[in-house]
């Protein structure tokens, strides 16, 4: 393809363009960086993790549920326990029939045994209420920690993508300068290439910035005896090339 312009202001265009592209593609970097910060890993499996103790947290929470209801349990039947005890022991000290006497014995010793299991079983109890509380207390400063650490996660992501913003808006405002000080042909020839990936590369020597190939010495002849005022292009990937 010519390229109608003399070949100072070729060459400055040309500058402008390989600019242009660089800025282009750190604006895709920028992007990029954006989106893997918007679904940021670490900040997801806190808050996975912060799931997780939320059910912890529920389950140990109907576990002491469970363990109260059983203490209450045992102490109704242990104020029942007493009562019949305190009323077999004053029936005891009045009867006088022997036979009423030792059936009124035999449950006071059932009772009393009754009596016994209740209070192991409420020691039990209690030890158990007691270690699940420190469960409770650990889950819960658990679940603390990680929503500070997820709060300071988020923040962070939040400064970053902050930078990111502010690098994207000042390189497309210098993406825009530059692409209006290059001409509408030179930009339709290039963006045509950059859609299918590079658009422009310098020409380093024998190697194309482009695609890194190195040209062979008959391509490289034939580009340098193209006219100064025409647009080079490369032999292996097509983008334009720029001399240095
Ligand atoms: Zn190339």
Not at 92 to 99: D, G, N, Q, W
Not at 141 to 163: I, N, P, Q, S, T
């Amino acid at each position: 393809m010519g390229f109608c312009g003399d070949a100072v202001n070729l060459e400055k265009e040309l500058g402008s363009l390989l600019k242009y592209q660089g800025v282009l593609l750190e604006i895709k970097k920028l992007e990029q960086q954006a989106a893997v910060l918007k679904t940021n890993a670490a900040n997801e499996s806190l808050r996975e993790k912060l799931l997780e103790k939320s059910t912890e947290l529920s389950s140990c929470l109907s576990k002491s549920e469970a363990l109260h209801r059983d203490r209450k349990r045992i102490l109704e039947e242990q104020s029942l326990v007493v009562k019949r005890l305190d009323q077999d022991s004053s029936r005891l000290k009045t009867t006088a029939v022997p036979r009423d006497a030792i059936s009124l014995q035999h449950e006071i010793d059932t009772l009393n045994r009754r009596a016994a299991i209740l209070s192991e079983e409420l020691a039990g109890l209690d030890a158990e209420i007691a270690s699940q509380n420190e469960i409770h207390h650990r889950i819960e400063k658990g679940r603390e920690d990680l929503e500070r650490e997820l709060e300071l996660g988020r923040e962070a992501v939040k400064l970053e993508l902050e930078e990111l913003r502010t690098q994207h808006a000042a390189d497309k405002k210098l993406a825009e300068e530059l692409r209006s000080s290059i001409s509408d042909e030179l930009l339709v020839e290039f963006d045509r290439l950059f859609a299918r990936g590079v658009g422009i590369g310098a020409l380093r020597k024998s190697m194309c910035g482009a695609c890194n190939m190195t040209l062979t010495s008959t391509a490289l002849n034939n580009l340098l005896a193209t006219p100064k005022d025409s647009l080079l292009h490369c032999p292996e990937c097509g983008a334009i090339l720029v001399r240095e």
